[in-house]
């Protein structure tokens, strides 16, 4: 993938956003990729985990608010625990969520679930508390 | 014999879909000497943990079940409290240790409480394994033990919530084995099972059931690969997840078989001579595992 910075990253507001939401230097990510290898989810991603830094380091957040990955995160923290510079990759994932659902945005339609009757409370719950507002 | 009062906060889903692990747990309890008290007025811990740095909103329900317990624990002189669910143990563990060393969180949380007593990190939040392991004794669950699980094949599944992130980790995040030596000390065989610490695909089984299935059909399919008869699990959507996804497997993957999922305070129970249909509840059960246990039953 070719890309053209345009501006400095660390001045950009999205990307301040992000790193005040979640409360980590996103710049801090080396690319060893211990994040995409180790998670279970990662198959479903259009973009995986350490591309999400690589795009955030060059300021990119509109590519990453088109992404399915933060929808897809299951906030697992596997590649929070084995990150070797201690980044907490599920908060930075949390951030990407919110700056959208804090604009009111439904990612989930509580109306439209189905399988209401055998669904466990925290199956609902969490869910709600990721996917809604 | 006088049975030793504990707090216990079962959470929401043990008291509907989740009754089997409920009830089993609160049973299994009270063979080894213990009364697994109810906590009382308590609330939905909310599954999952706000991770933005300002949702302080997140940490309010579990703050105001600590401060529950913390009233209650004055009235039968012991501040610890059990939770068997991953989830609900997880989000009281974390909430606790989250304002304990975030102050001025605290703060905020106490005076938006104003009406409730302060929570000043009072309440020692357990799971039911660690409550095995250090209070009980794994060697006092083996004296209780009347049938043995001999030649039950266990795979022990953790998921993420006991062991991650790592400040509420009850074991080692990458090799645990408390759940091991629990399922050892009932007689069972446990099976080396290399995805014990994967993650189920949790909540997106409301939204993306094709997503959890292919989660299931791989979790399944290597616990029967490396010889198990069953999984054994302590979290309610691990075992939905497991259980009840299997049918999408099945449909996707044809040569997929189906694998039976029971909690690990089931197996315990059984263990300790506890057949009831009452207590086990395997009508909640997708993949019914009466057949492999009926050796025990």
Known sequence: ?133 | MELKKIMFYPGCTLKGVAKNLEDSTVESARVLGYDFVELPNWTCCGAVYGLAQDSVKFTIANVRNLIRAKEYAEEIGDNRLVAVCSMCYNNLRRAHIDVMKNRDRLKTLNIFMDEEPDYNGEIEVLHYLQFLKDVVGLSNVKKCVKKPLKGLKVAPYYGCLLLRPKEVAIDDMEDPHILEDLLKALGAEVVDYPLKNECCGSYHTVDKREFVAERTYKLVSVAKEVGADVIATSCPLCFFNLDRRQEIAKDKHHEFEYMPIVYFTQLMAIAFGIVSEEVLHFDRHFVSPEGVLSKWL
């Open chain 1, 1 to 133: 993938m070719k890309y053209t910075i345009k501006e400095d990253p660390h001045k950009k507001e999205e990307v301040k956003e992000i790193m005040e939401l979640s409360g980590q230097n996103i710049f801090k990510c080396i690319q060893c990729g211990r994040c995409s290898s180790g998670c279970p989810m990662a198959e479903f991603m259009d973009i995986l985990p350490n591309q999400v830094f690589m795009l955030l380091q060059e300021g990119d957040v509109d590519t990453l608010l088109q992404a399915n990955t933060p929808w897809i995160c299951a906030a697992c923290f596997t590649c929070t625990v084995r990150c070797p510079v201690g980044l907490d990759l599920a908060a930075v994932m949390e951030a990407l969520r919110e700056v959208q659902l804090r604009k009111n945005y439904d990612y989930v339609d509580p109306y439209k679930v189905e399988e209401r009757d055998i669904l466990p409370p925290i199956a609902l719950v969490s869910n709600f508390r990721k996917f809604t507002p």
